[in-house]
């Protein structure tokens, strides 16, 4: 069974350029989150897409981010314009329940860097 | 709302010891919690979970966590510690009571084992 995983693994850019994220969950998988980690602080809630409808969207940090899930398969995570803040790892997670005692299987992450 | 602390940055152990990396939580009702580790350049994989009856859970690897609800931790250990145990690992919360069912994440604790 493939994992989940992430494109691109790395990614510099300007302050003010756009950014995008991708992830492919794992087949079968209807529950898809997008997580961050800023340096040495919390993995961090994005948001939770349950297909192609996103169930929760309260992590997302501001308007210049914006995560799609068309078809409920991949899902891509936009950042523009970004900012040196926005620096940090984005993890994709999904499972195949949304229940509270369900763990989540982890991409390997987008590190982003913003100059 | 709920919060996890993993209040060592960094834990250095002799190969062969035993470990044990701390995470401590707070929730207003009863919690599931989570370890998952994290290696170099891989994405977070989950390691073992409470959810309910004995407090002692036995996970991947050889991985052992005690749920201590008076305490209100949830330790990682294990009895003889690998080289190969260096890794980041991730405590994570979330309360069985209802409000989010998003898992709510510590800042991450470095275990390096020394040959």
């Known amino acids: 069974e493939a994992g989940v995983t992430q494109f691109p693994s790395h990614s510099v850019i300007e302050k003010g350029q756009t950014v995008t994220l991708r992830c492919d969950p794992i087949?079968?998988?209807?529950?898809l989150y997008w997580y961050r980690r800023v340096m040495g602080k919390e993995i961090k809630f994005l948001l939770h897409?349950?297909?192609?409808?996103?169930?929760?969207e309260s992590g997302m940090p501001n308007n210049r981010f914006l995560a799609e899930r068309t078809g409920g398969t991949y899902s891509t995570l936009k950042v523009q314009p970004a900012e040196l803040e926005d620096s940090g790892v984005y993890f994709c997670?999904?499972?195949?329940?949304?229940?509270?005692?369900?763990?989540?299987?982890f991409g390997p992450g987008t590190r982003l860097t913003v100059l | 709302a709920q919060s996890v602390a993993q209040p060592e940055d960094q834990v250095n152990v002799a190969e062969g010891n035993p470990l044990t990396v701390k995470c401590t939580y707070s929730v207003s009702g009863n919690p599931y919690l989570f370890w998952y580790v994290q290696y170099p350049n891989r994405g977070l994989q989950f390691l073992l979970k409470?959810?309910?009856?004995?407090?002692l859970v036995k996970g991947s690897y050889g991985f052992e966590a005690e749920f201590n609800k008076s305490q209100t931790s949830f330790h990682l250990k294990k009895p003889s510690a690998l080289v190969s145990d260096s890794a980041l690992y991730f405590c994570a919360v979330r309360d069985k009571s209802g409000g989010s069912y998003i898992p709510t994440f510590g800042r991450g604790t470095s275990l390096i084992v020394h040959p």
């Open positions: 087949s079968g998988h209807d529950n």
């Open positions: 997670a999904s499972s195949q329940e949304w229940a509270a005692y369900n763990e989540q299987f």
């Open positions: 409470y959810i309910t009856g004995d407090n």
């Open positions: 897409f349950v297909k192609e409808s996103k169930q929760d």
